[in-house]
């Protein structure tokens, strides 16, 4: 038998059985020519959609309301029609499949009648961000590289190290990531590492598939976030089978890389509670509910799991009003409600105006429903945000693009009406149809003017994401190194001085110099060092930043509702 018709064989034998969660082979990326080494998350059945209209239909024909979500204060959850998602209502004959969760997760006895070319798998991309996981077909699986845990496993994290451990044993890799993988998948020997405790970690992948989408994503910083401080774990070589290749792409950890959190956080905390909850939240928010929603003129795919009332959650499709931001199941409804929507801007009051540009201070108390509507959607592109509800102490700052049909939300910042820690900024997003366009310097430069007014230098809410942290140090060494181009040395600018005309806090600015080499230590304190080679470089870039301007900002002090003191 030749090597050809021998990998054929193989081939044929492992599409006969269905994959399991846990399993771990190369797929191939949308452009059809990027292969990833990706792990089988969770199943259920290709013609999963087609299911879903036909109980969208059947139970929209036995309703006579098809109200919007969004008008409730607990939760946006609106008025509930009888064509609610993911119950498992019953078809004409009396009897479905039964949907599994919000997220329309099946039971393993629900595919048992199923060949494996009749199930659709959920994949993670080993290394690479979660929102690039998705649904794919058979076909798309290179099954020749195809590796199977032992025992099929219910937890996303833990059959992913399940299978690398196996990778790693039948490569010969052995030692360090067998003996990583058996640590994570078993909780641990040391630190108490919990199966879905793994660390996040960028990847430096190349080519035009899921390295450019994930550099598209928009910088972060997420109230409450549970994300681990850790250095993350060196992965050792895997050499997969049917590649002739053993490069930096082959010798993907899956341990690391994406969203899988650890290294440090909650899910490494001594405290078991803490532990678990990070657990729990990683099982629940594993597989998106929302594939796309359409958002005014847009149709975006969402990146993550948003927790929306479970009647308007496992859609294929979400409409959602650009102005109110109340979110509708069906298109005929979203037509309506376009039709009859009285708003045409976010409600709050409008402290900012450079020609079409314009932003909107929005207290979460006075306006709480599309506060929590904002959050609900903003969660479909942020990972481990956690404010949903309990918006009341919390001011929102929606950025929109003015035209003559209405205010098109950009993008948003919130922060806390009182924050201990001095914090100017809790969360921050641009959605993705205007990533790229410089509104994310644009937040950030907002915020610290406010800070600026107010006359208290501040920081964003720690700890950051990658991307935060990328976005946020591009943008105080384009201020510091812009500041400090227009003094001399005659000038004798202090650090105090500096973040009193920046907004900047000192710590911050303390390890952007640093980090240029900018900072010597004279007598125990923190003196700045100005290289005027390091100055004249970044002056040469030319580098053009959307920044506020502060003579189109009309804002004295945040609306106090409790206070009741307005401007």
């Not at 909780?187 to 919990?194: I, Q």
């Not at 890389?257 to 678990?276: E, V």
Request: hydrophobic share 35%; glycine share 10%; net charge positive.
């Amino acid at each position: 038998m030749t090597e050809t018709s021998a990998a054929d064989t193989s081939s044929d034998a492992a599409a006969s059985k269905p994959l399991e969660i846990g399993d771990v082979c190369r797929v191939r990326w949308r452009d059809g020519k990027t292969s990833l080494l990706a792990a089988v998350v969770e199943r259920r059945p290709a013609d999963h959609w087609a299911k879903r209209r036909k109980q969208m239909r059947l139970a929209g024909s036995s309703s006579s309301s098809s109200a919007a979500g969004g008008g409730t204060a607990g939760g946006g959850g609106g008025a509930s029609s009888s064509a609610a998602a993911g119950g498992g209502t019953a078809d004409g004959s009396g009897s479905t499949k039964r949907l599994a969760s919000a997220a329309g997760l099946y039971e393993a006895g629900d595919l048992s009648a199923l060949s494996a070319s009749e199930i659709h798998y959920y994949v993670h991309y080993a290394g690479h961000d979660r929102r690039l996981d998705e649904w794919i077909p058979l076909e798309r699986c290179e099954l020749a590289t195809l590796q199977r845990v032992a025992v099929p496993l219910s937890d996303a994290a833990a059959a992913a190290a399940a299978a690398a451990q196996q990778i790693a044993a039948e490569e010969g890799g052995g030692g360090a990531a067998a003996n990583a993988a058996s640590a994570a998948a078993t909780g641990g020997a040391s630190g108490g590492a919990s199966p879905s405790a793994v660390r996040r970690q960028s990847s430096a992948g190349g080519g035009d598939g899921p390295a450019a989408a994930a550099a598209a994503a928009a910088g972060s910083t997420e109230r409450r976030s549970s994300r681990g401080r850790g250095r993350p774990r060196k992965a050792s070589p895997i050499t997969i089978p049917g590649s002739n290749q053993s490069s930096s792409d082959a010798a993907i950890n899956l341990l690391t890389g994406g969203n899988w959190h650890g290294g440090g956080g909650h899910a490494h905390s001594t405290d078991p509670t803490l532990a678990a909850l990070e657990r729990e939240h990683e099982e629940v928010t594993k597989v998106k509910n929302i594939s796309k929603i359409v958002l005014g003129r847009h149709e975006i795919e969402a990146w993550y799991f948003s927790p929306y009332p479970q009647e308007y959650a496992n859609e294929e499709l979400l409409y959602v009003c650009e102005y109110c931001l109340k979110y509708m199941k069906r298109k005929r409804t979203f037509r309506c409600h376009r039709r009859d929507c009285p708003h045409r801007r976010p409600p709050g009051r409008e402290i900012y105006r450079e020609g079409s540009l314009s932003v909107f201070e929005i207290d979460g108390k006075d306006h709480r429903v599309y506060c929590q509507n904002l959050c609900l959607l903003a969660k479909l592109f942020l990972d481990h945000k956690t404010l949903y509800y309990d918006v009341d102490p919390f001011y929102f700052y929606v950025v929109a693009e003015v035209d003559e049909e209405g205010a098109h939300i950009v993008g948003y910042f919130s922060k806390e009406k009182v924050s201990a820690e001095e914090y100017n900024l809790a969360c921050i997003l641009t959605f993705p149809q205007y990533q790229k366009s410089g509104y994310g310097k644009f937040i950030i430069s907002l915020s610290y003017e406010l800070s600026k007014r107010e006359g208290k230098p501040g920081s964003p809410e720690k700890p950051l994401s990658d991307l935060g942290k990328i976005s946020y140090r591009s943008y105080w060494t384009h201020i510091l190194l812009t500041l400090l181009s227009k003094h001399t040395e005659k000038d004798n600018l202090q650090i105090r001085d500096i973040s009193e005309m920046t907004g900047i806090k000192t710590e911050d600015i303390i390890s952007t110099l640093q980090s240029l080499g900018m900072i010597k230590v004279y007598k125990g304190q923190h003196a700045v060092f100005v290289k005027q080679d390091i100055i004249k470089k970044y002056l040469e870039l030319k580098k053009e930043m959307r920044l506020c301007n502060s003579d189109c900002l009309v804002w004295t002090g945040p609306i106090n509702s409790d206070s009741g003191r307005k401007d």
